[in-house]
């Protein structure tokens, strides 16, 4: 290859991660919009990471969308290595555009409701899996299923984490009195210039890249899949009837929780 065509490669690899980038960082005001405290959950995400197990883990990110997590692993743990998993063709595109060239990560798409999609994986085990805001699309059967699998490729003395919606249905009032904030909170933001779910989907469905992943996406999962969103009570009795050694919550908010099981 030519220098000049060496130059234009580069050139329009570069502008591929460029609009990959700001596809990333728009889905990830679209998440803000919904979850204003999504950064401090990451947070405090990533130092336990760093508390359980170093600061150069090979994590699993689960269900990852665009590499949300694998972003902010890489950011903070320059010697981490990351996979990403996940089924929706659009959001992949984003994800491995935004990564490209980096040998730290890597991406295999699978539905983690087939029981052999650890099989497609590079590695035999991981020091953390992580996940965030994704779960919650599964039914809790898939769920628990999925669990069994993870208890098998989380290594002794690894960690997996869950930062998801986990409301709690013995406190009515203050599930209620939560919504209602939390959605006046929402009002005021979208008046900012915010997009919301089906706007950031639409916007993707117009994109030349993007157009045709997002379609084959809707034929997956339609507007929404119908999941279930277990108590945190619930994720760390079955975390723990899988095998796992502890689990707990780490943090919260009125809606959301993040669960640590340790291997």
Same mark, same amino acid.
């Given at each position: ?38 950064? $401090? /959950? ?15 883990? /090979? ?9 949300? %997590?694998?972003?902010? +692993? ?6 981490? #290595? ?11 595109? %984003?994800? /491995? ?11 295999? $798409? ?19 899996? +992580? ?14 299923? +999925?669990?069994?699998? +993870? ?22 009032? %203050? ?38 992943? #997002?379609?084959?996406?809707? $034929? %997956? ?26 689990? /707990? ?15």
């Amino acid at each position: 290859m030519t220098t000049s065509a060496r130059n234009a490669t580069n050139a329009t690899e570069a502008g591929g991660r460029a609009w990959a980038l700001e596809y990333q960082q728009s889905w990830d005001r679209q998440q803000e919009w919904y979850m204003p405290d999504r950064e $401090e /959950r990451f947070r405090v995400m990533l130092d336990m990471v760093e508390a359980c197990v170093g600061t150069e883990p /090979r994590v699993l990110d689960l269900a990852c969308g665009t590499g949300s %997590i694998t972003a902010r +692993l890489l950011d903070r743990f320059p010697n981490a #290595t990351s996979t990403g998993i996940d089924l929706d063709p659009a959001l992949l595109t %984003i994800a /491995r555009g935004t990564f490209e060239g980096d040998e730290r990560v890597g991406f295999v $798409e699978a539905d983690l409701k087939d029981p052999d999609w650890p099989a497609r994986l590079p590695y035999d085990t991981y020091d953390a899996v +992580l996940t965030a805001t994704a779960l919650h699309w599964l039914r809790t059967d898939a769920l628990d299923d +999925l669990y069994g699998r +993870l208890a098998g490729l989380v290594r002794h003395g690894g960690v997996f984490m869950n930062a998801d919606h986990m409301p709690d249905d013995t406190t009515p009032r %203050i599930n209620a009195a939560e919504r209602i904030q939390r959605h006046a909170r929402m009002g005021q933001a979208q008046t900012d210039g915010a997009l919301d779910w089906a706007e950031w989907w639409a916007r993707a469905a117009e994109d030349p890249v993007l157009a045709a992943p #997002t379609a084959r996406r809707f $034929e %997956i999962y339609g507007d929404h899949a119908d999941g279930e969103m277990p108590s945190a009570a619930w994720h760390t009795r079955t975390l723990l009837a899988h095998g796992f050694g502890e689990a /707990r919550a780490v943090w919260c908010s009125p809606s959301d929780t993040l669960v640590l099981a340790l291997k």
